[in-house]
C-alpha cells in the first residue's frame, strides 16, 4: 500500500493549487486522511483532516482557504489551496490510515512529500 502525492509547484501569491493523493495496493477500507505540510525551518504540521465519518478540521492559518475532500471510489484526497501566500511555501505530504485486505487494524501511511512555494 503506498500514496502517491502530486500538484506541487511554484505559484504567485493569491494563486491557487490542487494537491492529489492517490492511494494504491491492497486497500479494503481508507479511514481518516490528512495534510501535513513542513516549511522551512520548521517541524511538519497538521494542516487538515478528515475522518471516516467526514469530520473535517483545519489549522487556523488556512481556515477559508483551502479545502480537503476525498473521492472513496478513486481512493484519492485532494487539497484545495486557494489564495495562496509566501508562507504556504512547504512540502506537503498526505497522510491515511489504510485497512489493508485480509488484515485487520489499521496502518497508518505516509505519501512522499510535494514541494508547494509561493512567491510574492
Known amino acids: 500500500v503506498q500514496l502517491q502525492a502530486s500538484g506541487g509547484g511554484l505559484v504567485q501569491a493569491g494563486g491557487s493549487l490542487r494537491l492529489t493523493c492517490d492511494a494504491s495496493g491492497q486497500i479494503e477500507s481508507i479511514g481518516d486522511i490528512f495534510w501535513h505540510r513542513q516549511r522551512p525551518g520548521n517541524e511538519r504540521e497538521l494542516v487538515a483532516s478528515v475522518s471516516a465519518g467526514d469530520n473535517i478540521n483545519y489549522a487556523d492559518s488556512v481556515k477559508g482557504r483551502f479545502t480537503i475532500t476525498r473521492d472513496n471510489a478513486k481512493n484519492t484526497i485532494y487539497l484545495q489551496m486557494n489564495n495562496l501566500k509566501p508562507e504556504d511555501t512547504a512540502v506537503y505530504y498526505c497522510?491515511?490510515?489504510?485497512?489493508?485486505?485480509?488484515?485487520?487494524?489499521?496502518?497508518?501511511?505516509w505519501g512522499q512529500g510535494t514541494q508547494v512555494t509561493v512567491s510574492s
Open positions: 497522510r491515511s490510515k489504510i485497512r489493508r485486505i485480509g488484515q485487520s487494524g489499521w496502518f497508518d501511511v
